[in-house]
């Protein structure tokens, strides 16, 4: 696409189960440190699951806005990171030249009000502080974004659309700046019996609950959190001072269409996914330094995205790093993308590439060139991050170096 607004990323925040903000982020990358832990929100007896990746950060508010304060704790330092001032409640007009792109999780049920004999209505109000649409209004209003608003949900491939969207304003020029990002808390007891319904979490101990393209692998984790990234056009970014993180270069997005839950056994989406970043960006394959590797911990997830990066990489597949964060962070679903992107972001950054944590048992069917050892460096020129979703959804960034200012 020729003749298109460079995007650059030049803030960004997040929250996770291995740490509030980027500091802390930065260091559990580095030290291979695992937030995955026993379930602490509610009693799990007669549940087989027993963990999960829950976001330790004091001071969020103990209520049923939770992924609205997740949100606003990245939002915050995503804006500061980036030289922004937060607009104070109620006291800044829009701007119609900066934009929102978002993804929610969907609401969950307040048991405890149902325990107790809450009234319906009072059932209803409750339910709706986890409601999609309005933790997306309170992202537009705290951002003073007076342009377009998207939403996405496409399951955990949402993040990365969420992003991907917001490429694409900065590009048409439809923005000049778009708070993107992603924020779902599902360490719930119903959301865990969904889950475990598809038969698809493990039910290991916490410290190798998760075991991404391990060959006894079994399962996934639910973990929670949220990431925001502050996109602009490269030229008004420049304009104001703000520092180029990172050029976001590529979005490539797919459907399956294979099944409800189940994606393409031979990766045939993901392949689409992948190869469509890689055109958008304008990139080789041997141009990627390093993937962050949508790695749930499940056969088919795994084996499937496996067989995807082979089929693209080739050969070349041997010299490729790849490490799945899912081990240390648990899957964020909604979030999981959101949270990745800025995880690779920083790896991008500071070339310390993030282990594969609770790798011991090689499966032939995920021959990847796997990162297992912590602190290990690479230079990095660009960098990839699937996130992939229930029904082969699929979508791929890819994060390279800015050039450098005179």
């Known amino acids: 696409m020729s003749g298109r607004r460079t995007c650059v990323i030049t ?7 291995i740490g509030s903000g980027q500091t802390a982020t ?7 440190r695992s937030g995955i832990a026993p379930i602490r929100a509610f009693a799990t007896e007669g549940l087989p699951v027993r963990c999960a990746g829950e976001v330790a950060e004091t001071g969020l508010p103990a209520d049923l806005s939770r992924p609205w304060a997740m949100a606003e704790r990245a939002l915050t330092e995503a804006f500061a990171d980036a030289g922004l001032p937060l607009p104070a409640a109620g006291g800044a007009l829009p701007d119609p030249r900066r934009a929102v792109s978002f993804a929610t999780g969907k609401p969950t049920v307040p048991l405890a009000e149902m325990a107790r004999g809450a009234s319906r209505s009072e059932l209803e ?5 986890y409601d999609p649409s309005l933790v997306l209004e309170r992202v537009a209003r705290a951002s003073a974004a007076g342009g377009p608003l998207y939403s996405s949900y496409t399951a955990c491939a949402s993040g990365n659309d969420a992003i991907g969207l917001g490429l694409r304003l900065i590009e048409r020029g439809d923005a000049d700046l778009v708070v993107a990002g992603a924020t779902d808390a599902q360490v719930h007891p119903l959301s865990l019996l969904e889950f475990e319904l598809l ?7 916490a410290e190798r609950a998760c075991r991404p393209f391990d060959q006894q692998r079994t399962g996934f984790v639910v973990g929670e959190g949220a990431a925001v990234v502050i996109l602009e056009e490269a030229q008004a970014a420049r304009r104001r001072g703000a520092r180029a993180r990172a050029v976001l270069a590529g979005y490539g997005a797919s459907m399956d269409a294979y099944g409800l839950t189940k994606c393409h056994p031979q990766g045939r989406g993901a392949v689409l996914a992948i190869r469509a970043a890689l055109a958008d960006a304008g990139l080789e394959p041997a141009a990627i330094g390093y993937l962050n590797a949508h790695g749930t911990g499940t056969v088919l997830n795994d084996q499937a995205e496996a067989a995807a990066i082979r089929a693209v990489w080739g050969a070349a597949t041997a010299a490729l790093p790849v490490s799945s964060t899912k081990a240390m962070t648990g ?37 990847l060139n796997l990162v297992t050892r912590a602190g290990q460096r690479a230079p990095i020129a660009a960098a990839m991050s699937n996130g992939f979703g229930f029904g082969g959804q699929n979508s791929s960034l890819i994060l390279r170096r800015p050039e450098p200012t005179a």
């Open 199 to 205: 038969s698809a979490l493990s039910h290991e101990p």
């Open 125 to 129: 109000t409750l339910r709706g502080a």
């Open 331 to 367: 899957h964020l679903l909604t979030a999981a993308s959101a949270v990745e992107a800025v995880i690779t972001l920083l790896t991008l950054e500071q070339g310390v590439l993030p282990p594969n944590l609770n790798y011991a048992h090689p499966d032939p069917e995920c021959d």
């Open 11 to 17: 803030g960004a925040g997040i929250l996770s189960p």
């Open 26 to 32: 930065r260091a559990a990358l580095a030290a291979g």
